[in-house]
């Protein structure tokens, strides 16, 4: 009996941010309200609070569903870079751009990410979060990038935080251009744009020739 009940809490939590997702998509972040979140989700204001503190627990909540598996790969590599750390790269954010192709949940949170958070206080709350969250990436991904270049894959004087710095941007910014436009298949395109920031990284000119 536990147990079902346990399960029960979880498919509510679930409903409730696949209500927040739509809601979130259809009305932008600062205009969509708790009621209208359990509107859609046929529940009352006090499921919400039972699972979710506020309108940017809620969120964060809704974020995660899509980012944690992502960082879940950078955490592994973290643990294990392998013998090839740089393809290694190059496969998973070949993944992550096949994700926001193919993979309905995670096309709308990106889009809702990326068009549908105006200012609002929520929207800034969520975005101080997300900014350390941005940060801790980066130094993980310089991490793994100094050991690429332990192995020789990418020149000993590259700035490796800077080549985060640079790869990061690099993915935003493929998807932000990918989701307004829609003129190719991301999916099947996410192998060689990953391998083409790559193999400029490999021949990068020093900082002082550029």
């Keep these: 009996m536990a147990r079902r009940t346990k399960e029960q809490a979880a498919e509510t939590r679930e409903q409730l941010l696949d209500a927040a997702e739509r809601v979130f998509h259809a009305k932008g972040v600062a205009r969509a309200t708790l009621d209208d979140i359990a509107r859609d989700a046929g529940m009352t ?9 506020n309108k940017t627990d809620i969120f964060t909540a809704m974020c995660d569903r899509v980012t944690l598996p992502m960082q879940a790969m950078l955490d592994a590599q973290l643990a294990d870079p392998g013998e090839d750390p740089l393809g290694q790269l ?17 096309l709308r949170v990106f889009e809702i990410i990326l068009f549908k ?8 709350e969520v975005m101080a979060e997300e900014a350390e969250r941005a940060a801790t990436c980066r130094n993980q991904l310089a991490t793994i990038l100094r050991a690429a270049q332990q192995k020789g894959q990418i020149p000993a004087h590259v700035d490796c935080y800077l080549a985060a710095f640079a790869l990061n941007g690099y993915l935003i910014g493929c998807i932000r251009e990918w989701l307004e436009l829609r003129e190719f298949d ?11 920031f790559y193999m400029g990284l490999r021949h990068a000119p020093p900082l002082d020739a550029a």
Excluded at 90 to 106: C, E, F, M, Q, Y
């Design 45 to 53: 204001r006090g499921a919400i609070y039972w699972h979710f503190k």
């Design 90 to 106: 190059a496969s998973d954010g070949a993944r992550i751009l096949s994700l926001v192709a193919s993979d309905p949940r995670t």
């Design 117 to 124: 958070t105006e200012l609002s206080e929520v929207v800034a």
């Design 186 to 196: 991301l999916a099947q395109r996410a192998e060689w744009l990953m391998q083409t």
